[in-house]
């Protein structure tokens, strides 16, 4: 199976060496448009493969798509981060003309392929690859609730003071600071809910932190996260490649789920071979409605800032 990560930076090079890493995909190709920086990127990643034990084959390639032919699922990560103190949606700009680009370059060498969406700000970059490749929508699939939701079962580790892989949570809605919506009162230790041992006050804490988790590590690093960002592509690819019909939050094109329509959005989904495969309906409360509407409608509000990129 071969993997296609454009964006050799520092998601798009964690991607790779999660997928390497945990021998999801025999072949991965990065491509960047930096002379030389894919390879660089690829060789490095290759001289683990010794001490870490993995046989995927990883290269690297500066601007040439025809390297990338015939990829199963391709990643994008190309495009700028936020600085601190940035939303991601003022991203949006520079962000747009380099995703369409790109999306439409890759469907040239793979027509056939999966697209995994990552740049920011990641729902109105998934709207934008489905509109601009005209692709059937179970084949653009925007990563972000995988990765919010274990920033939520990290912080409801932290407050519960037990290991993340015991809890279970998902975060949908939009991949921002203000439109994600961490599922509290559906979260679990155990299959216990956790409000059995934590306060609404602590919950309450934790949903705030989750929300603004990417905006935290920006602040500390000065530049957007990518160790976690890249295992929560490689998951995600995981279940793709390998049909594992695991359910992640994706941002996805919804028609009438959720009572949303033209708009890609965070749901749960069923991930497998086919790319999404199923929208898992969860009854939400009224509160959790709302709040979903909400955070719908500021994900359609951005969409409208493509109208000249799609034109
Ligand atoms: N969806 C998520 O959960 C999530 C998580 C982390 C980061 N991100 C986003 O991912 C993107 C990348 O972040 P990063 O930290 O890796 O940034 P980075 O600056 O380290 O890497 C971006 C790379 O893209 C390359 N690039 C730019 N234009 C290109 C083009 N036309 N073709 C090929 N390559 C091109 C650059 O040369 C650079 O190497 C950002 O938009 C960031 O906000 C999203
Ligand atoms: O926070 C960001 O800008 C990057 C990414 O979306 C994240 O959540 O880590």
């Known amino acids: ?36 920086f894919a390879e660089g990127k690829a060789m490095d990643i290759m001289q683990c493969a010794t001490n870490t034990g993995f046989n995927t084959n990883v290269s690297g390639v500066t601007n040439d798509y025809s390297k990338t032919a015939n990829s199963d699922v391709v990643v994008i990560t190309s495009g700028i981060p936020r600085k601190p103190g940035m939303t991601r949606e003022e991203l949006i700009g520079i962000n747009a003309g380099i995703v369409k ?39 653009i699939i925007g ?55 934590l306060s609404q006050e602590e919950l309450e804490k934790v949903a705030a932190a989750t929300m603004v988790g990417g905006a935290t590590l920006t602040g500390l690093l000065g530049t957007s996260a990518w160790y976690a960002p890249g295992a929560s592509v490689a998951y995600l690819v995981d279940s793709i490649l390998n049909d594992q019909k695991k359910m992640i939050a994706c941002s996805v094109f919804v028609e009438g789920e959720y009572g949303q329509n033209d708009i890609c959005i965070g749901v749960p989904c069923i991930i497998g071979k086919n790319g999404v495969e199923e929208i898992v309906d969860i009854k939400l409360n009224d509160a959790e409605k709302a709040a979903f509407a909400k955070s719908a409608e500021a994900v359609r509000n951005m969409n409208a800032d493509l109208k000249s990129v799609l034109a």
């Open 1 to 36: 199976m071969k993997v296609t990560i454009v964006g050799a930076g520092n998601v798009g090079a964690s991607c790779a060496d999660s997928i390497s890493y945990r021998g999801i995909a025999s072949e991965v190709v990065l491509l960047d448009i930096r002379e030389g």
């Open 101 to 139: 680009t790109v999306a439409e370059n890759v469907l040239v060498h793979s027509p056939n392929c999966i697209v995994v969406v990552v740049s920011n700000p990641m729902d109105t970059m998934t709207y934008l690859a489905l509109k601009s490749t005209g692709l059937p929508k179970n084949r």
């Open 143 to 197: 990563m972000g609730g995988a990765l919010d939701s274990s920033r939520f079962r990290y912080y409801l580790s932290k407050a519960l003071d037990k290991p993340s892989n015991d809890i279970s949570a998902m975060v949908i809605g939009g991949h921002g600071d203000t439109t994600m919506i961490p599922l509290t009162r559906l979260a679990s230790y155990n299959g216990i809910p956790v409000s059995q041992f």
